[in-house]
């Protein structure tokens, strides 16, 4: 399984892992790798590339020097054993539900420092486990072995997981494509985590393709390059603009 974990993230080219080198600095700058331990991920709609972030973001983390847990909590979709063929793996359903414990769901890789939870099995409810103590025990059990864990969640315009989830974590990053969303809905997603006390880390604006990569890395302005789309993104959520 660890060389086909390899093998999908190796498809990797240098302008993206260079990017998400860039998200987690950016993290680091604000001072908020420290302080924070936990991150759900999360996007308005589905595919805009919350678990291609979430995966990549945990790896640069783990080459980084840091011991990091990705944790698929998108219990509703098990999309990353999917993507390895299988879907036998107990996971965190499977803890939250009493069925097992930490060390049973927990699977290291061949990348130095990257561990990860797979969803487990389908839960009848999904929300109802995540609202439970147990997701704040897990959590408090899983930052003893780790310096990071990265929570994919399903997408908030869909299912309120990401709230529940997010409430219980130290801060949340926002995945969008910005052709795909309208700046209503990143709003209304925005107030959403607020009114559930989620702390908002930032944006990663997904999708944005070479060359204007390569623009924002000559001119450290990033959403210049995207200007025409991401200036309503910054216009809702003023006060959380960073990349
Ligand atoms: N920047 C990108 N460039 C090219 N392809 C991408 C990019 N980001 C994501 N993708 C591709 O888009 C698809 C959806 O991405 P991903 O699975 O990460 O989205 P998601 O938000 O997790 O989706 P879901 O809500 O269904 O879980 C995948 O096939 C992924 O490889
Ligand atoms: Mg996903």
């Not at 993290?27 to 990549?56: C, D, R, V």
């Not at 793996?89 to 769901?105: K, P, R, T, V, W």
């Amino acid at each position: 399984m660890t060389s086909q974990l390899s093998s999908i993230l190796g498809k990797l080219n240098n302008p993206a892992e260079e990017a998400y080198k860039v998200l987690r600095a950016n993290l680091s700058f604000y001072g908020l790798i420290k302080a924070i331990k936990t991150i759900a991920i999360t996007s308005y709609s589905p595919g805009e590339g919350k678990t291609t972030t979430s995966l990549n973001l945990s790896i640069s983390m783990a080459k980084s020097g840091m011991k990091v847990l990705y944790v698929d909590a998108d219990l509703r979709k098990p999309m990353l054993m999917k993507a390895l063929g299988k879907d036998d793996f107990e996971g965190l359903s499977n803890y939250l539900s009493g069925h097992a414990d930490l060390a049973e769901i927990i699977h290291s890789t061949d990348i130095n420092g990257f561990y990860y939870i797979p969803c487990g099995v389908k839960p009848f409810d999904p929300t109802a486990l995540l609202n439970n103590d147990k997701f704040d025990t897990f959590l408090k059990e899983a930052q003893e072995d780790f310096d990071m864990i990265i929570i994919d969640t399903p997408p908030l315009g869909s299912v309120i997981d990401c709230s529940i989830i997010a409430a219980k974590t130290d801060g949340v990053l926002l995945v969008i494509r910005p052709k795909k969303v309208k700046a209503k809905n990143a709003l209304m997603i925005k107030e959403q985590l607020d009114k559930s006390n989620a702390k908002i880390l930032g944006v990663v604006l997904n999708g944005v393709n070479q060359r204007e990569y390569k623009e924002y890395y000559n001119s450290y302005d990033y959403y210049g390059t995207k200007r025409k789309y991401a200036k309503g993104w910054l216009k809702s959520l003023a006060g959380n603009e960073r990349s």
